[in-house]
């Protein structure tokens, strides 16, 4: 474990982020075409297809929920202390993205593509997960934060951009009926994949022991633990996972993210779906309409500037407003199909990929700050927990999401394999992606009224986390940091700080 009081320059940031070239280059191809690929090049349903990538994700999501307690405890074995309990499983991830590349054949049957899905979701999981958690472990200021985190999101979305660009390109040259177009893709994003994890082992490091954790190291010492007792000690963390959602930040930020990240995953499980079937263009057409996620980029250093400058509640109502009258534009023009159609549909597109920028960057900005409020709690840096309960809540949506997708698109008619489809089945898909949607994007709009977590609030809860640890008197609080705490927590601020005796959380 090291404890470098490195600054966090620009590169440094950036190298940090390359690993959400995979987070968002991976999740962006899966989502776009990997339901596609099934029903066209495999044969398989859409119920099918989707129960694929549902049963996998359920599965991963319960994986996941042991990788987060997992790396919070992986400091008590050599391996944890020699590599980083987080940034270990950077270093065995990268070699695995080789198994990116199994999904993508042909000819296989059903239970071969479920088995290779579930292999790299969990492989995906045993590297996002541990290296979400680093912001929270290199630094505490606001600032350096929201530069580690803008820096992921410009890398994740120039994963976006690659994973919608380069499969444009490849099924534009090898044709559209022509599957080794994915393969190709599959293998050039394993081995991108692979080099930029390793990147971010290289350049990033993790906060050195609490006393506390210094302390069960020496009690531990020439002693070891068998399996049992190690299962045993897995098990009594698995259950401080619900305690997580006693946080009422973390309710909230947990509610928008995945009602938001749910309605672009609806949006771009269909949208293929929507061009060639509903509009009557071609697939590599589509694909053009997604590499405009190219806008993101630059729009990721605007919101890295905004989240300081306006907070998070603000950004969530531009991207929210922005895809929402997108979508009804998409809409619109199913209904006209104007004779400049395509011309408009760059101009929605373009716009789209605006919103889903924002979209994509805000939460994963907000996330580093939500372990200080915990900590405000419970006295515990709980990272890694509350990581795999995002991930886990996150794959679960995903995997109901895309279930529901695919048994709506088969209840609407939808044939696997024809060039045309009923007209009952192309209403089907033109309303699940509009209203689909927009329902789950109004839903988020909601809950964003009412989070308050920005940078004063979080600035004045760190103030208070410090002169608590400096033995200041909860008596002594000020009324405008109680207000604050309270609100951030859920709890009545006499209920914050206790010793370890009385630190688990209790309800509210």
Not at 6 to 23: E, N, Q
Not at 336 to 349: E, Q
Not at 442 to 471: G, M, P
């Amino acid at each position: 474990m090291t404890n470098m009081k490195k600054k966090i320059t620009i590169p440094r940031a950036v190298g940090y982020g390359l690993t959400d070239i995979m987070g968002g280059g991976a999740f962006t191809v899966i989502a776009a075409w990997l339901m596609y690929y099934y029903t066209t090049f495999v044969g398989l349903t859409p119920v099918e297809g989707a129960s694929i990538i549902a049963i996998a994700r359920i599965v991963d999501a319960v994986v996941s929920l042991s990788i987060g307690s997992i790396t919070d405890n992986f400091y008590k074995f050599k391996l944890g202390r020699k590599f980083g309990r987080r940034r270990f499983f950077l270093l065995i991830g990268s070699p695995l993205m080789a198994t990116y590349v199994l999904l993508w054949f042909t000819g296989m049957n059903y239970w071969y593509y479920l088995l290779s899905y579930l292999l790299f979701e969990i492989v995906m999981a045993l590297v996002l997960i541990p290296w979400e958690t680093l912001p929270s472990e290199m630094t505490k200021d606001f600032n350096e934060r929201t530069k580690l985190s803008t820096a992921r999101m410009f890398m994740s979305g120039t994963g976006v951009f690659l994973a919608t660009f380069v499969p444009a390109r490849l099924i534009a040259y090898f044709g559209e009926d022509n599957a080794y177009a994915y393969f190709i893709n599959a293998v050039f994003f394993a081995i991108l994949f692979a080099i930029c994890i390793f990147i971010s082992y290289k350049v990033t490091w993790e906060n050195k022991l609490t006393p506390e954790e210094e302390r069960e190291l020496i009690v531990q010492s020439g002693k070891s633990k068998s399996f049992g007792e190690t299962l045993s000690a897995i098990g009594s963390v698995l259950k401080e996972y619900w305690t997580t959602l006693k946080i009422k930040s973390f309710r909230k930020h947990l509610a928008i993210y995945l009602l938001s990240f749910t309605a672009k995953d609806v949006f771009n499980a269909v949208f293929v779906y929507f061009c060639v079937f509903a509009l009557s263009i071609s697939s590599s057409l589509a694909a053009d309409l997604l590499s405009l996620s190219i806008i993101g980029v630059p729009i990721m250093l605007v919101a890295g500037f905004l989240m300081i400058k306006v907070g998070p509640g603000n950004l969530y109502k531009i991207s929210y407003s922005v895809m929402l009258i997108c979508l009804g534009a998409f809409y619109v023009v199913y209904l006209t199909k104007p004779d400049s159609m395509v011309v408009m549909l760059f101009v929605i597109a373009a716009f789209y990929q605006v919103g889903r920028a924002i979209l994509d960057f805000t939460p994963w900005n907000v996330f580093p700050f939500i372990p200080d409020i915990d900590e405000i709690v419970t006295r515990q840096r709980r990272e890694g927990l509350f990581a795999a309960v995002m991930t886990f809540a996150r794959k679960t949506s995903v995997a109901l999401a895309t279930m529901v997708v695919g048994l709506v698109l088969q209840w609407g008619g939808f044939v696997a394999g024809e060039k045309t489809q009923t007209i009952e089945a192309v209403h089907t898909i033109v309303y699940t992606m509009v209203l689909g949607a927009s329902v789950l994007l109004v839903a988020a709009l909601l809950v964003v009224f009412t989070f308050k977590l920005n940078k004063q609030t979080h600035k004045i809860l760190v103030d208070e986390i410090d002169r608590l640890k400096n033995n200041g008197s909860k008596l002594k609080v000020d009324p405008q940091t109680k207000e604050v705490v309270e609100n951030l927590t859920g709890f009545k601020y006499e209920d914050i700080w206790k010793d370890n005796d009385e630190s688990k959380i209790k309800s509210a």
